[in-house]
């Protein structure tokens, strides 16, 4: 079956780097996105990565190793701003988006 | 980047009435378009894919009478919530690709249904 896990919840301090991981089991694989969904509003896109490797997008990088089914965000120098759910998603080659059900991301000063 | 444009955000109704929720693509033509159902501290559910001038493909367990979707034109595709209850009361949210481009989804405002 398709199957995309992501940690349920994490806590950062303000100033740090947090890193947030991705697992996926997908019947096909034509790349994994990144989303940031504050409460009560739409996702945005943040990344999206089909070669293996790390992508580098100002505070933001993401990663992906398509052997191990696995990839992760990694947010530099947090901001309270930051606070939301991230949410991993892969496009499975079925022109359509599995989604995980999101990492809830907490920032404190 | 593609703009997609959901309406309303927000509306409230009784129980028993229906509503239709509007999203549009507004610079980029979308022959494919997806309906998300989004519950309280839950990942977004597939409901059903839109394509233009065809019937929408259903994902198991949603209704296709109760939850309507007309996707008339390319830039418009409309979700019509009939004879609403209170626990059709959600987040959806509509996106839409851009053909012959990688998959990234441009996603709508989102509507908040409340009904009552």
């Known amino acids: 079956g398709q199957n995309i896990d992501q940690p349920t919840e994490m806590t950062a301090t303000e100033g740090a780097i947090v890193q947030i991981n991705c697992t996926y089991q997908?019947?096909?694989?034509?790349?994994l996105f990144w989303y940031q969904q504050h409460a009560g509003e739409a996702p945005t896109f943040l990344s999206y990565n089909v070669l293996d490797g790390l992508e580098e997008k100002g505070r933001f990088s993401s990663f992906l190793s398509r052997s191990k089914g696995y990839s992760y965000l990694l947010l530099k120098e947090l901001q309270m701003k930051d606070s939301a759910s991230y949410l991993c998603?892969?496009?499975?080659?079925?022109?359509?988006?599995?989604w995980g059900a999101g990492t809830k991301l907490i920032i404190k000063p | 980047g593609a703009v997609v444009s959901q309406h309303p955000s927000r509306v409230i109704c009784k129980s028993g009435t229906s509503v239709k929720i509007e999203c549009r693509s507004l610079d980029f033509q979308a022959t494919t378009m997806f309906w998300y159902r989004q519950f309280p501290k839950k990942s977004l559910m597939l409901m059903a894919t839109s394509n233009e001038g065809s019937k929408a493909t259903y994902e198991q367990g949603v209704e296709k009478d109760k939850f309507l979707i007309n996707h008339a034109s390319l830039t418009l595709s409309t979700l019509t919530v009939t004879s609403a209850h209170p626990e059709d009361s959600s987040f959806y949210i509509c996106?839409?690709?851009?053909?012959?481009?990688?998959?990234?989804?441009?996603f709508g405002q989102g509507t908040r249904l409340t009904v009552v």
């Open positions: 998603a892969v496009d499975d080659s079925n022109y359509q988006l599995i």
């Open positions: 997908t019947s096909g694989f034509n790349g």
């Open positions: 996106s839409a690709t851009i053909p012959d481009s990688y998959t990234e989804a441009f």
